[in-house]
């Protein structure tokens, strides 16, 4: 069974301009989560999705990123503009949706870097 | 709010040694409690859980107890490989479909 796949591992973009990545869950979970781990702190929750609608985006830093999951497969996150503060670890994470509490299974990551 | 307090590290030990990373948590409610591991290069994996006080979660020679009464889930392992270097971190959540909630994680180095 393929895991949680990111897409790019790596992206090096210059402030102002747009990034978009890419998560794609392990087939048949309903719940997506994206978090993001910034130099040395701690890994912090951006949203989560239940099939495409989204449960909980408390984690948005703001309105400069936007995550969609249509058709409640992949998902993407665009930053727009992109801010140096933005550089760091983006995970994506997927878990089945009954029951629980299910381990969350995450993906390699993409390492984001705004110069 | 709902939060973790891990060691900082980075933490290096030799071959055999004893392993204690230490964890404590905030949370309202009930939370369940994870201790997840990267290793270079990977994303991160579950490396065990406990669901409610006093369950011992334990995988790859590696235990954590949930003690509610110190509100700890300190993570163990009696003797150390080089291949167990990496950066563990411990996590919980409120809601058993929810988001897990991260310590800053601590980066172990095993020397042989």
């Known amino acids: 069974e393929a895991g949680v796949t990111q897409f790019p591992s790596h992206s090096v973009i210059e402030k102002g301009q747009t990034v978009t990545l890419r998560c794609d869950p392990i087939s048949g979970h309903d719940n997506l989560y994206w978090y993001r781990r910034v130099m040395g702190k701690e890994i912090k929750f951006l949203l989560h999705f239940v099939k495409e609608s989204k449960q909980d985006e408390s984690g948005m830093p703001n309105n400069r990123f936007l995550a969609e999951r249509t058709g409640g497969t992949y998902s993407t996150l665009k930053v727009q503009p992109a801010e140096l503060e933005d550089s760091g670890v983006y995970f994506c994470a997927s878990s089945p949706l009954q029951g629980g509490p299910y381990e969350q299974y995450f993906g390699p990551g993409t390492r984001l870097t705004v110069t | 709010g709902n939060s973790v307090t891990q060691m900082e590290g980075p933490v290096t030990l030799s071959e055999e040694a004893f392993l204690t990373i230490n964890c404590t948590y905030t949370a309202t409610g009930y939370p369940s409690l994870f201790w997840y591991v990267q290793y270079p290069g990977e994303g991160l994996q579950l490396l065990l859980k406990?669901?409610?006080?006093?369950d011992k979660g334990s995988n790859k020679g590696f235990e954590a107890t949930y003690r509610k009464e110190t509100t700890s889930f300190h993570l163990e392992k009696g003797s150390v490989q080089v291949s167990d270097s990496a950066v563990y971190f411990c996590a919980l959540n409120v809601r058993s479909q929810g988001n897990l909630i991260f310590g800053k994680g601590t980066k172990l180095s095993v020397k042989p």
């Open positions: 406990a669901t409610k006080a006093d």
